[in-house]
């Protein structure tokens, strides 16, 4: 379904991540005329294009999702053939002991299953440059705090229920702190400002 979305958007419910990660990487490689925004989403993609033909755009995206849902659609993401994204970390973070006793297991475990597997960029949201890893352990699926911190410094490594994220500035902030990065993200004065594009695979690496 397409719903329209502001004055100049159009949002394309996709129902599932990989067919967001799919339909952003065909809109990436073929843009549509007027369209200056494209905003993958965990089941949608936002798309805005001010002064386009709307009716027109609707179609298209129509088409481009009908072929993003075909069981031979490529499982592509607009980073396909990219370098994976080794984060550095120092695993001293406030919350590390509490998430090894929430999971069960020592805290050289809780280190071992967030570096042992390598996670993918599902979104970004919540601030400028925060991207979603999906693929987290499931050992490792505990929730938020019941009271997020006022302030989280930038290059907190941190967890909470099935996403892992490195917090890009300083900010507000529940999500569990299992160390932290001296790997800038996120730089409003580079090209792509951010590190992390949906489709990117990340990897953690104790530092």
Do not use: K, N
Not at 72 to 84: D, F, I, M, N, Q
Not at 173 to 184: E, V
């Amino acid at each position: 379904m397409i719903r329209t979305a502001g004055e100049h958007g159009l949002l394309v419910e996709t129902g599932a991540l990989a067919l967001s990660h799919r339909l952003d990487a065909l809109l990436c490689a073929d843009r549509p005329q007027g369209v200056v925004e494209i905003v993958p989403g965990p089941e949608t993609v936002l798309v805005i294009a001010p002064g386009a033909d709307q009716q027109r755009l609707r179609a298209q995206l129509t088409a481009l999702l009908a072929r993003c849902e075909r069981p031979s659609a490529p499982a592509t993401a607009r980073t396909a053939g990219e370098a994976v994204v080794t984060i550095p970390v120092v695993y001293d973070g406030e919350d590390l002991p509490a998430v090894a006793e929430l999971a069960g297991i020592p805290t050289g475990e809780v280190i071992a299953r967030h570096t042992g597997r390598e996670l993918v960029v599902g979104w970004l949201g919540f601030a400028p440059g925060f991207a979603y890893l999906t693929g987290l352990d499931e050992t490792l699926h505990v929730p938020r705090l019941d009271t997020p911190r006022t302030s989280v410094p930038a290059g907190s490594v941190a967890i909470a229920g099935p996403y892992s994220a490195v917090y890009p500035t300083a900010s507000p902030g529940g999500w569990r702190l299992l160390g932290r990065t001296s790997l800038r993200v996120w730089d409003v004065h580079a090209d792509p400002p951010s590190l992390f594009r949906p489709g990117t695979r990340v990897r953690f690496e104790a530092a």
